[in-house]
């Protein structure tokens, strides 16, 4: 059944990299680079790796930057707001971020799966 709600969108799979450019990790989050800059700022919780004056964010960074797109743009948190509610006890016990989690452990198996089927 699709979710009635517009600005709530099923985001695509994190691929089993270690790092992603600004420009990667833009669209797997589907936010503009200047919006991930900015996030920077406000979240002390991004925090991704510079090298060369170039930004290398992980997996987990773009999972925390997916929770925030959340917070701001589905449950209509303020920056403030969803700043407060990710140093709370709330940052922990998020279903949403758990079913992200699951999508991405259930497509990285199926990657598995299908290299394993080459294989044979």
């Known amino acids: 059944m699709p979710d009635s709600?517009?600005?709530q969108t099923e985001l695509e799979p994190i691929p089993g990299k270690r790092y992603f450019t600004i420009g990667e990790a833009s669209k797997l989050c589907e936010l503009k680079?200047?919006?991930l800059r900015y996030w920077e700022?406000?979240?002390e919780q991004i925090k991704p790796v510079k090298r060369s004056n170039r930004r290398y964010y992980?997996?987990?960074d773009l999972l925390?930057?997916?929770q925030i797109r959340s917070l701001l743009y589905d449950q209509g948190f303020t920056i403030v707001g969803a700043r407060q509610w990710l140093k709370g006890d709330h940052a922990g016990d998020d279903a949403?971020?758990?079913r992200q989690l699951l999508k991405q452990t259930i497509s990285e198996l199926e990657e598995i799966r299908d290299l394993l089927k080459t294989v044979r």
Do not use: A, G
Request: glycine content about 0%.
């Open 5 to 7: 709600n517009p600005t």
């Open 33 to 35: 680079p200047h919006v």
């Open 41 to 43: 700022q406000e979240f």
């Open 58 to 60: 992980q997996r987990q």
């Open 64 to 66: 925390l930057i997916r």
């Open 96 to 98: 949403k971020q758990y």
